[in-house]
């Protein structure tokens, strides 16, 4: 049998149906209908934030959030090349250029002691990523980035539901984009959202819908990136589910830990302190193991189980980037070295523990 590395956690078919009858009544699909306008004010109460605006994407949700900020052309943004492409994609797309700054090799997130030597007087903002749940040290960044006069956008793609101290993800720097595609945790189908403190609905909603703002009034160049509402009801159906399929994560993430933890030559992340975790990827660092990373990614899919290499290549080594000044693996050296080893593991919520544990024999036979 098949085994992915993830599976969209989707409500009971009668429950979307139902959650979605009165379209038919209505016939409003799209543009901000009734189910985006609810979607998004359980998300504000869900999240404990003032403001949220709902996108078709997650990338097209941190494109539009740095374009909304308003940084010259050629300005620098700090970031990390341990992500997926559309971080630094996003930045790229907006007439800025990347710096990549190392990761930690704890957690994997931005090593904040050396965002500072990244700076020069071309540093508009810093965009860290939340990787795998695991949250950024949003302290010392905003420290950094109040001493500097720089903005932080945090891609919280991976940190849905995550908190620290009480404190959601979706409230920390001056904005957060979360991703809402089939993989995540929670799911719209397709779909995103940016959170953010100050008063940036206007020209959020402006740059995803043409900058329309009435029948003969178009005030700002924006572009198309409206959730529909058939995206819409299914977060609306999933949201009622998510907590119950983030404890299914952990009693999964927990037996994989039972039977991988003290294996010579592999590596897990430990949990951060005052942090609730979401459960959102297991990934496993092969170092020095009797196998190295592609053997086992190897192995596994010999056995119909797929793995994946997340993230790898770095971003700052793949084609359409590796000849920027800024760019070269040898630069990020953490990154280099952990991209070269991780595989993260099968996790969803209806994951058996018997798969779990079929998985795990594979890798230590």
Same mark, same amino acid.
């Given at each position: 049998?098949?085994?992915?590395?993830?599976?969209?956690?989707? @409500?009971?078919?009668?429950?979307?149906?139902?959650?979605?009858?009165?379209?038919?009544?209505?016939?409003?699909?799209?543009?901000?209908?009734?189910?985006?306008?609810?979607?998004?004010?359980? /998300?504000?109460?869900?999240?404990?934030?003032?403001?949220?605006?709902?996108?078709?994407?997650?990338?097209?949700? /941190?494109?539009?959030?740095?374009?909304?900020?308003?940084?010259?052309?050629?300005?620098? +943004?700090?970031?990390? @090349? $341990?992500?997926?492409?559309?971080?630094?994609?996003?930045?790229?797309?907006?007439?800025?250029?990347?710096?990549?700054?190392?990761?930690? @090799?704890?957690?994997?997130?931005?090593?904040?002691?050396?965002?500072?030597?990244?700076?020069?007087?071309?540093?508009?903002?810093?965009?860290?990523?939340?990787?795998? =749940?695991? #949250?950024?040290?949003?302290? !010392?960044?905003?420290?950094?980035?109040?001493?500097?006069?720089?903005?932080?956008?945090?891609?919280?793609?991976?940190?849905? =539901?995550?908190? *620290?101290?009480?404190?959601?993800?979706?409230?920390?720097?001056?904005?957060?984009?979360?991703? $809402?595609?089939?993989?995540?945790?929670?799911?719209?189908?397709? =779909?995103?959202?940016?959170?953010? *403190?100050?008063? #940036?609905?206007?020209?959020?909603?402006?740059?995803?819908?043409?900058?329309?703002?009435?029948?003969?009034?178009?005030?700002?160049?924006?572009?198309?990136?409206?959730?529909?509402?058939?995206?819409?009801?299914?977060?609306?159906?999933?949201?009622?589910? +998510?907590?119950?399929?983030?404890?299914?994560?952990?009693?999964?993430?927990?037996?994989?830990?039972?039977?991988?933890?003290?294996?010579?030559?592999?590596? #897990?992340?430990?949990?951060?302190?005052?942090?609730?975790?979401?459960?959102?990827?297991?990934?496993?660092?092969?170092?020095?193991? *009797?196998?190295?990373?592609?053997? +086992?990614?190897?192995?596994?899919?010999?056995?119909?189980?797929?793995?994946?290499?997340?993230?790898?290549? /770095?971003?700052?080594?793949?084609?359409?980037?590796?000849?920027?000044?800024?760019?070269?693996?040898?630069?990020?050296?953490?990154?280099?070295?952990? !991209?070269?080893? +991780? #595989?993260?593991?099968?996790?969803?919520?209806?994951?058996?523990?018997?798969?779990?544990?079929?998985?795990?024999?594979?890798? /230590?036979?």
């Amino acid at each position: 049998m098949l085994i992915n590395v993830t599976r969209s956690s989707m @409500p009971s078919f009668e429950e979307y149906c139902e959650e979605i009858k009165d379209l038919w009544d209505s016939h409003w699909l799209t543009n901000m209908g009734a189910k985006h306008k609810l979607l998004q004010a359980q /998300l504000e109460t869900y999240l404990d934030t003032p403001h949220v605006v709902l996108y078709t994407n997650g990338h097209l949700a /941190l494109e539009n959030i740095i374009a909304a900020m308003g940084f010259p052309k050629g300005s620098e +943004v700090i970031t990390t @090349p $341990f992500t997926f492409v559309s971080t630094t994609h996003a930045i790229t797309r907006n007439g800025l250029i990347p710096v990549f700054c190392d990761i930690n @090799p704890a957690d994997y997130t931005m090593d904040v002691a050396k965002i500072e030597a990244l700076i020069t007087d071309r540093t508009v903002a810093i965009v860290p990523v939340h990787v795998y =749940g695991n #949250l950024c040290d949003v302290d !010392a960044i905003q420290e950094i980035a109040e001493r500097h006069g720089l903005r932080v956008i945090y891609d919280a793609a991976h940190a849905f =539901g995550v908190s *620290r101290n009480g404190i959601n993800a979706a409230n920390f720097g001056d904005a957060s984009m979360f991703s $809402f595609h089939a993989t995540k945790v929670f799911n719209t189908i397709e =779909g995103g959202a940016v959170t953010f *403190r100050e008063d #940036l609905v206007q020209k959020m909603n402006d740059l995803k819908n043409f900058g329309i703002r009435g029948p003969e009034q178009v005030a700002y160049v924006g572009g198309n990136a409206k959730m529909n509402e058939f995206q819409a009801a299914m977060g609306i159906c999933n949201l009622r589910h +998510v907590d119950d399929e983030i404890a299914k994560r952990k009693a999964i993430v927990e037996h994989y830990r039972s039977r991988l933890s003290g294996i010579p030559g592999i590596r #897990l992340c430990s949990d951060q302190p005052g942090v609730i975790h979401n459960y959102a990827y297991f990934p496993v660092v092969f170092d020095g193991y *009797r196998y190295d990373r592609d053997q +086992v990614f190897e192995r596994l899919a010999a056995e119909n189980i797929t793995a994946r290499k997340y993230f790898y290549p /770095l971003t700052n080594n793949i084609d359409c980037y590796k000849d920027l000044q800024t760019a070269g693996a040898e630069k990020t050296p953490v990154a280099d070295y952990i !991209a070269n080893r +991780v #595989l993260t593991l099968p996790l969803y919520a209806d994951l058996s523990l018997e798969d779990v544990d079929r998985i795990c024999d594979i890798i /230590l036979n």
